[in-house]
């Protein structure tokens, strides 16, 4: 039986495509550290997941990678260094990119003016470069150290088709939806919202643009805004509250780009029975194939065994 370890998770992909491996006769589980667990989901699929103190992370790791035969680490890159070194080519890395982790966020805070109108300021300036560059080099961001973790990695998988621009040599793995917890159930909707559409802002995307671009656009719903960074909601009610709405609004700018792919939380509406708003200005009303997770894990079963 193939042994699969995801370290690391991102908005809940790892801890699915565990779930799902599961079901297709592989042993898999997730590694994370996030003790804080924001939205519930490490809890939810506690099952599938191991969570370990920050300061033993990577011991916990390499120990349980001894006996894997895949190792899946979702945006951690600096792992893939540690753990070639630890056990050479006898394990087969995978390196997973979610967004922002490769893609980046352009900085918002305007560096002109006084910041840097003095030797003192230029000083502490230097200083919090250097700084943060060390802190990128451990954390595996700094470029020449994420060049050498993918030239280690035997496949880099992007969970959206745009990241492929970045990184043309990966392969688009979609993201999976859990379809057992994201459901259609008339039985309980309560679509209070009824007449309302839906949007989330968060941290990476600018909500003023997106409700700006809808304006343009004769968009003329009712666009309700959930702040997801200051009102999280915990990820076993998010069906339930999805299923109060008709239509999600999935028209996301980042880094001033409209981003041409579907959001994970539009699957997980599709999933739930909701029309989505693409960035096409289109509407749909049905999840793509490619994002049941027994599609995508058995895509994901013929990557490993390609490698």
Do not use: W
């Not at 793995?173 to 909707?189: A, C, G, R, Y």
């Amino acid at each position: 039986m193939l042994k699969i370890l995801h370290i690391h998770d991102q908005a809940g992909v790892a801890c699915i495509l565990a779930k799902y491996q599961r079901t297709n006769n592989m042993k898999s589980k997730v590694l994370s550290s996030n003790t804080i667990d924001k939205y519930g989901i490490l809890r939810f699929y506690k099952d599938y997941v191991d969570i370990i103190d920050r300061a033993n992370f990577i011991e916990y790791c390499l120990a349980e990678a001894k006996s894997a035969d895949i190792i899946h680490i979702h945006s951690v890159e600096q792992l893939v260094m540690k753990i070639r070194k630890v056990f050479g080519n006898s394990k087969k890395i995978i390196l997973h990119y979610h967004g922002t982790d490769i893609r980046g966020l352009k900085n918002k805070n305007n560096l002109n003016g006084s910041a840097i109108q003095n030797t003192k300021t230029r000083t502490k300036s230097f200083a919090a470069k250097v700084k943060n560059r060390l802190r990128l080099m451990q954390m595996g961001y700094y470029r020449p150290l994420r060049i050498e973790s993918q030239k280690l990695a035997n496949e880099i998988l992007v969970s959206t088709p745009d990241l492929l621009s970045l990184l043309p040599y990966a392969k688009y793995l979609p993201n999976p939806v859990d379809v057992d917890h994201f459901s259609k159930d008339d039985t309980i909707h309560n679509k209070v919202n009824k007449n309302n559409a839906l949007t989330i802002k968060t941290a990476s995307g600018d909500i003023q643009k997106t409700l700006l671009y809808c304006k343009e656009n004769n968009i003329n719903l009712k666009i309700d805004i959930l702040d997801r960074t200051t009102t999280p909601i915990l990820y076993e009610e998010i069906p339930d509250f999805l299923k109060k709405y008709n239509t999600y609004v999935d028209i996301r700018i980042v880094n001033d780009k409209i981003l041409e792919n579907l959001s994970k939380t539009a699957l997980e509406s599709l999933s739930c029975g909701l029309k989505v708003l693409n960035y096409k200005l289109e509407y749909i009303d049905r999840l793509p194939s490619m994002h049941n997770p027994i599609n995508v894990t058995n895509e994901l079963a013929n990557i490993y065994n390609n490698i």
